[in-house]
């Protein structure tokens, strides 16, 4: 016992001479709609949040300013919107800038000043914002038109040629039941039973991916697996999910945009030429 207690004390005194930092604060975790540097934000005013880390007792955020940009570095023309220095202690503040545009990725970033006299800047975060709204899109509803009884979940499959050099690639995907995407033959995403259940009579959710870099310089084939999910349910349900509204063949619509070295933009989207076939998965 008397060894422990011996190296407790020892051990409390080099912790009590450290030299204390210079910095009395720094600002982590920034996210937009709760999410790290999110795609796909389909928000008008979205909200920016931080978190504000001190190892000395009492430190407490006194003000902030928020910086947002269209490029990392916040050069002179690109700053769309500057909140300015706000006495506030409030760490979770909604975007009050001009209107944002689709497909466009914001960088932005907070100053932060303490109650003991100390700022500091923090890290670059960035949002990507997508469609935003429903005339943006650009592929139609597709399904394989079988009767609403059949189980087998339905293969989607189209082939494409990029005209030029790809340099940024997304995938925009609504889907009334249950999807899995995929682009030359690997999965894309780390998501389960996509989209979340919603009304479908009323509105269906559409998630963006990053898929630049599944992408060949020649061909390419994208692939999309259908699921009957909660939007046509093949069994006898306690909510009489059986008798819904909506209930019909599991459909989707897609668009991948792709962007090319030279500036402009190409969009692969669902329509008539989109092949099908039953696979094996019935449930």
Known sequence: MKNILYFFSIAVLVFACKPKSEESFTITNLKCEYLTNPIGIDAKAPRLTWMMLS???????????????????????NIIWDSEKITSDNNLITYSGPELTPFTKYYWGVQLWDNKGTNSVSE???????????????????????????????????EFNPSKKIVSARVYIAAAGLYELSINGKTVGDHRLDPMYTRFDRRTLYVTYD??????????????LLGNGWYNHQST?????????????????????????????????TDRTWKTSLSPIIF
């Open 237 to 269: 349900a306690v909510w009489y999910f059986d008798q819904a509204i909506w209930r019909s063949r599991p459909k989707f619509c897609l668009d991948l945009r792709l962007e090319y070295d030279d500036g402009s933009l190409e969009t692969i989207s």
């Open 124 to 158: 670059t975060a960035s949002f990507e914002t997508g469609l935003m709204e429903m005339p943006n899109w650009k592929g139609s509803w597709i399904t394989d038109t079988r009767n609403i009884d059949l189980k087998p979940a339905p293969y989607f499959r189209k």
């Open 55 to 77: 190892e000395q007792n009492g430190t407490a955020q006194e003000s902030y300013q928020i910086v947002v940009g269209t490029d990392p570095y916040f050069t002179t023309g």
């Open 211 to 224: 898929v630049t870099g599944f992408l060949n310089e020649g061909g390419n084939a994208i692939g999309v």
